[in-house]
Each structure stands twice: as C-alpha cells, then as structure tokens.
C-alpha cells in the first residue's frame, strides 16, 4: 500500500513546528537578542502557510467524486432528461438511497403519440398507457449479476394536474417515504456490474420481469420494461450506479453513457437500436 502523500506532509510541518519551538525555548533561555526572534517570523508564515495548504488540498482530494463508469444507455429510441446530476449534485435533492447521481429520462418519441404535459386541473390523473415511456424496454446496461428484481407492485395512475401532484407530494410521497426504500424506488432491478458497481432500474413494470436474481447477463439483454411504481409522478426511467447492492448503505456513483454521455435537464437524446448491445434475440 503506497503511503499518502498528504499525511507525509503533515508530519514533516509538524516536525518543523516542533523544532521551531525547541528553539524559541532555547532563545528564552539563553536569552537571545531581539533580532533572533525577528529572523524567525518568516519561517513561522511558511510554516502556518504550508499546514493550512495541504490540509485544505488533502480535503479537496478526499472529497473528490470517484471518477465516472462508463456504460451503455438502459434504453432505445428518443429521450429527455429530468434531474440530472449535469446540472446539480445531488441530482433529486438527496443523497438517500444512493441518489446522488441518480437520472430520470422520459420518451420524446420522434413519431407517434407525444408526451402529455402537465396541465392545471383536469384531469386529475392519466392512464399510464397515454406515456410513450410505459412499457418501453430496459436493457442490461454492462454485463453482470442480478442481485435483485422485483415487479409485484402496482403501477398506479399518473398524476397530470397540478391538484394530483400535490395529492402525490403532500399525501401519497410521505406515505411512500415512510414505508422504506422498496415503495420509494418501486418494482426494481439491481445488477451486480462488478469492481464494486451496482446499476439500478427504479420504477419497473408491474409483471414485465425478464430476469430473475441470480441470472448472468450481457450487455444489452432486456430485463424489463418502464413503468410508474413507486414515487413516480408519470412512466419514465430512474437509473443510477451505486457502490453496494444495498439502497439503504449504498453511496451513489457517477455514470456516463457511451455515444451519449450525461444529458443535461430538458436535453434530448437518442439511442440507436444496436448502441445498447448485441443481444437483440431476446428483445421481444
């Protein structure tokens, strides 16, 4: 183990005030003239100067984000992002449950039925079928382990007004909050991408499981499709990388997306079908 530079430094600037000290008794003693503790004003600035200096470069160092793992996009087609760690850390507001680089991204389909918007009273709620996000499919985003998948839980009604979002902020998030993780996050997948690196699916539909725990997989094999369990406010993707396999202990990790890299909010991108990987066979 190589030893750490910051400590080593340490250690001498406080080898240096100890001798610094030894002479000013040796100067009290023998009492030396005035300009002797003159020539040591200098000395004693750099010494405090040099203490304050690496300290504060060791803090910088020590609180650094680990660098981004690179993996392929979770989907195909044409996205938007939502909360995104481009534009703030943490990117939802919380370090909790390793959300701290954590992205939502919705369908913006070139062709087809648009996006709804949000609108001010009516209707209160939508079918999560009227999202072109529901039901789009999520593929192994790096070759792994499953470690844990679930989709037993409801996809409930998207909130499409401004009275349902404050029935799901108010009401129905706190709620949520307080019955753990599991009903934060939703029908799940967590797959083990190895080197201590976990990738996470939140938000999964009910019953669209390809996967079980324990399954090997390769980059690209579906594992399941987008849907609305959870905290979720409308269909989309919740995907974030994590250092352990747990939500409770995990530290969240940052990603980029090879071809895409980390999309800003509101900015759209889109995902050739053979940019996620070679397994298409099982794409059904």
Not at 104 to 117: L, Q, T
């Amino acid at each position: 183990m190589s030893a750490d530079p910051w400590k080593i430094a340490a250690k001498a600037q406080y080898a240096l005030w100890v001798v610094f000290l030894a002479q000013v008794a040796v100067g009290l003693f023998v009492k030396l003239p005035y300009d002797y503790w003159l020539s040591w004003l200098p000395a004693l600035g750099a010494l405090g100067i040099g203490l304050v200096t690496a300290r504060s470069a060791r803090h910088r160092i020590k609180n650094r984000p680990p660098a981004p793992v690179a993996v392929a996009p979770p989907v195909t087609g044409r996205w938007s992002a939502v909360n995104s760690p481009a534009d703030k850390v943490p990117s939802h507001g919380t370090h909790s449950l390793a959300q701290t680089y954590a992205i939502d991204i919705v369908a913006e389909p070139a062709d087809g039925p648009a996006r709804p918007r949000t609108v001010l009273l009516w209707p209160v709620a939508r079918r999560n079928r009227d999202y072109p996000a529901f039901g789009a499919p999520l593929y192994a985003v790096a070759g792994g382990t499953v470690v844990h998948a679930e989709d037993g839980q409801r996809d409930h009604l998207s909130r499409g007004s401004l009275p349902g979002l404050l029935y799901f902020w108010l009401v129905e998030g706190v709620f949520r909050t307080v019955g753990g993780s599991r009903r934060v996050v939703g029908n799940h997948i967590v797959l083990d991408l190895g080197d201590g690196t976990y990738a996470v699916y939140a938000h999964v539909q009910r019953g669209s499981l390809r996967v079980r725990p324990g399954d090997e997989v390769e980059t690209g094999r579906l594992l399941g499709r987008c849907g609305n369990s959870g905290n979720s406010t409308e269909p989309h993707v919740h995907f974030q990388l994590m250092d352990g396999p747990d939500l409770e202990t995990a530290r969240g990790v940052p990603f980029t997306w090879h071809g895409v890299g980390v999309p800003g909010n509101g900015e759209t991108f889109t995902v050739d079908a053979d940019a996620t990987a070679p397994v298409r066979s099982q794409d059904a």
